[in-house]
């Protein structure tokens, strides 16, 4: 079964929204058929023999059959409503779950950014496209946008919810079973729109929590930081050095650098205080690793083409103690 597809749905929501379609392709399929057969039998049946001269006989008016042909849509019409209100019901949260008091509170807030998803949740972690849930729980998740209107899509998960700024939407997120399901963006916002996937990484209570910890912890400082992908700790204090000399900070958050707080004063770009850890850069564009960080940060165009991040026209060594430095923050 391929994965990342709506016919393969890991959770309630995607389940509902899958019968649903293939309800209405089978409706379709069948439609179809009794189209065509009638088509292919008339044309058999009431083809022109040898010796038949001019029209055949005309017939107008069987109001049996008219009726047949009315009333028969109308029951299949509304039939579909029902089903498809119904499949609404069970994939998006309505207004009564709304508004169900404690229950119905965002347990995460997307914002769509161009081109990459800021996560935030309750907790104080934000993050940036490597979105943690508890496996098996229902959460209600808040959407929003930074700039201009994105669509947020896990396939496997549940429907498409649009990120409209100054407007909140809300979607139920939830995953029976453990796993990383892919999403991406799913209306066109601008250049780097292919590129602003994610990931949603479902995974027992235990561990989500132990994540949430991490997330919340301060990195030390980069001196008695243990480095990374092969670094060593003199590249990772260069790599500091420049981060601040080429004012990094100006766009991206980074605890103990742009201050104290785990909540970042800083989300033009993604908070970076534990970038290290995630598996994926540039929004899903490429795996996180050392040879990715340095040539993101060497050419950012190249990975993701219309990329708000400049090109700081680093040296080689440059890029590679910089992302010395990125690959260390934990
Ligand atoms: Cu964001 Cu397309």
Request: charge should be neutral; proline fraction near 8%.
């Amino acid at each position: 079964m391929l994965s990342n597809s709506v016919f393969n749905p890991m959770s309630p929501q995607a389940q509902a929204i899958s019968n649903l379609t293939i309800f209405l392709m089978l409706v379709g399929l069948l439609i179809a058929l009794g189209v065509t057969g009638v088509m292919f039998y008339a044309l058999i049946r009431f083809r022109a023999r040898p010796g038949q001269e001019g029209e055949p006989p005309q017939t107008f008016g069987i109001t049996r059959v008219e009726i047949a042909w009315t009333v028969s849509p109308f029951v299949l019409v509304t039939l579909l409503f029902f089903v498809s209100v119904s499949a609404m019901q069970h994939s998006s949260p309505g207004q009564i779950a709304l508004n169900d008091g404690a229950r119905s509170e965002p347990r995460i807030t997307i914002i769509g950014h161009q081109w990459w998803w800021e996560l935030r949740y309750p907790s104080g972690v934000v993050t940036a496209n490597v979105l943690h849930i508890p496996v098996g729980q229902r959460w209600v998740a808040a959407v929003k946008s930074y700039d201009v209107i994105h669509d947020f899509w896990a396939p496997q998960l549940g429907p498409k919810i649009q990120a409209v700024p100054g407007q909140t939407n809300y979607i139920w997120l939830e995953a029976d079973r453990p796993g990383v399901y892919h999403g991406d963006c799913a209306e066109f916002c601008g250049a780097g729109h292919a590129w602003m996937l994610f990931d949603v990484v479902a995974e027992p209570m235990a561990k989500f929590k132990a994540w949430e910890q991490q997330q919340l912890h301060q990195p030390p400082p980069p001196q008695s930081r243990p480095p990374a992908m092969g670094y060593t700790s003199s590249e990772v204090t260069s790599g500091a050095k420049l981060f601040t000399y080429y004012a990094c900070q100006s766009c991206h958050y980074v605890r103990g650098v742009n201050g104290a707080s785990s909540q970042p004063t800083v989300d033009y770009g993604p908070n970076l205080t534990h970038v290290g850890s995630r598996s994926i850069i540039a929004a899903g564009a490429v795996s996180n690793t050392a040879a990715h960080m340095e040539q993101w940060l060497l050419n950012p165009d190249s990975i993701k083409e219309g990329v708000h991040m400049p090109n700081f026209q680093l040296s080689e060594t440059q890029a590679r103690d910089l992302s010395a430095y990125l690959e260390s923050l934990r």
